[in-house]
């Protein structure tokens, strides 16, 4: 269940000390068969703020929930007319070098599989396009009637003709998509139905207060079954749905690496706490395994 972050999730054991230093980190890689768990703060160097980091919007946004989302047609108004705007910043944002440094891992032999809790697509764009998107991604649109998955862009298109001069101003964009727009704005709004069956659309993300599917949850433990070292990358892991596979590595003695600015939820699991930003420390990373140099694993 992805919830809302708790603020009474205390610690009984003083987490590590965070460094900045990269050895022990290349150290777990260097063996192999790690698997990667990323979050918003792996795609902040993309122009797509985090919640939560250094520069959080959760205090000021409250992200939508599934409840809102099916209950309420003014909920979803408000959700298409936001999402209308930031869909298109997100569709724009390019992949960083974090992500291209997973990828390089990837085709290293060092890095197993990924999982992402990130909706932006990036990591696919950067060339792990296996990565799991654990929360879903924001290029698909589901119906939440007739099931059919649909691509996003085509919806834009939809939206853009159904909304002919809309161009609300814009404030702050959120990583889900989600910006902040005036009231009135967003009363002038039209959604779009279903085209097949005239039902509901959703984004093909996991809400706030949404379960991940099962069988998705199921292949994210199986690859953290198959490795031997979790890497979490940009990430406070503040909701259960990703700290339940650092808290799965942790159990199964498997150590857990968490490169993230700033403090994190799982860090009373982690072997090693790197404070870097992600994309200098990824590449460098990358450099001193020699990965950027091709390897066969
Ligand atoms: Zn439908």
New binding site residues.
């Given amino acids: 269940m992805r919830t809302r972050p708790t603020l009474s999730w205390t610690s009984a054991d003083a987490p590590l000390p965070r460094t900045s230093s990269l050895d022990e980190l290349t150290g777990v890689v260097a063996r192999g068969r790690v698997a990667v768990l990323s979050g918003a703060g792996l795609s902040t160097e993309s122009g797509i703020p985090d919640y939560r980091g250094e520069s959080g919007s959760l205090r000021r946004h409250t992200p939508m929930t599934y409840d809102e989302f099916v209950s309420s047609a003014e909920g979803r108004q408000r959700y298409w007319a936001r999402s209308h705007l930031g869909w298109r910043t997100i569709a724009r944002a390019d992949p960083n070098d974090g992500h291209r440094a997973v990828t390089a891992l990837r085709d290293g032999g060092y890095v197993r599989g990924v999982i992402t809790q990130n909706v932006d697509g990036l990591h696919q764009a950067a060339g792990t396009t296996d990565a799991v998107e654990l929360h879903g991604s924001l290029d698909r649109v589901v ?6 998955t649909s691509p996003r862009a085509e919806l834009d298109r939809r939206l853009r003709a159904a909304n002919p001069g809309f161009t609300g101003a814009a404030t702050r964009i959120n990583p889900d998509g989600d910006v902040e727009l005036p009231a009135d704005v967003v009363r002038g709004f039209r959604t779009v ?9 959703k984004p093909d993300v996991v809400f706030f207060g949404e379960n991940v599917p099962r069988p998705r949850v199921e292949q994210c433990y199986r690859l953290v079954d198959d490795a031997e070292a979790l890497l979490v990358l940009g990430s406070s892991l503040t909701v259960m749905s990703g700290l339940r596979f650092v808290r799965h590595a942790a159990k199964a003695g498997k150590p857990v690496v968490i490169v993230n600015r700033g403090e994190t939820r799982g860090d009373r699991y982690a072997a090693v706490r790197v404070d870097r930003p992600l994309g200098p420390a990824l590449t460098e990373l990358v450099s001193r395994l020699g990965a950027d140099r091709g390897r066969t694993a």
């Fill in positions: 119906c939440l009637d007739c099931r059919r139905p279903c085209e097949t069956c005239e039902g509901v659309l």
